[in-house]
């Protein structure tokens, strides 16, 4: 299984991007998905995790309220909109399929990562 994350770069405070995350290799409909991000001398944290059918959602607090999780099982993908971008949320961001098909936030319950897109706010 591979994941490709896409559609991060460099961007203003205040300002929005669409992170997309596609599965290749096998169908990940029944797997919960999420994205966390990480800078550089800092653990890798959660940002976001949504359920199988996407019914269910979880966010970080630092993002709740301006970043949304969803996904597109027909098309294998999960998408991250993220809305009035501060300079603290520049990081590298990687989408994770997770073992089961239930909201996780714990990072040793992800069993596929995306090699990571830079998101770059500036201020």
């Known amino acids: 299984v591979q994941l490709q994350a896409s559609g991060g770069g460099l961007v203003q405070a205040g300002g929005s991007l669409r992170l997309s995350c596609t599965a290749s290799?096998?169908?990940?409909?029944?797997?919960?998905m999420g994205w966390f991000r990480q800078t550089p001398g800092k653990e890798r944290e959660f940002v976001a995790a949504?359920?199988?059918?996407?019914?269910?959602?979880y966010y970080a607090d630092s993002v709740k309220d301006r970043f949304t999780i969803s996904r597109d099982n027909a098309k294998n993908t999960v998408y991250l909109q993220m809305n009035s971008l501060k300079p603290e949320d520049t990081a590298v961001y990687y989408c994770?399929?997770?073992?089961?098909?239930?909201?996780?936030?714990?990072?040793?319950?992800?069993?596929?990562w995306g090699q990571g897109t830079q998101v770059t706010v500036s201020s």
């Open positions: 994770a399929a997770a073992f089961g098909s239930s909201v996780t936030i714990h990072q040793n319950q992800y069993a596929y």
């Open positions: 290799g096998r169908r990940l409909s029944n797997n919960a």
């Open positions: 949504i359920n199988w059918n996407g019914g269910s959602t």
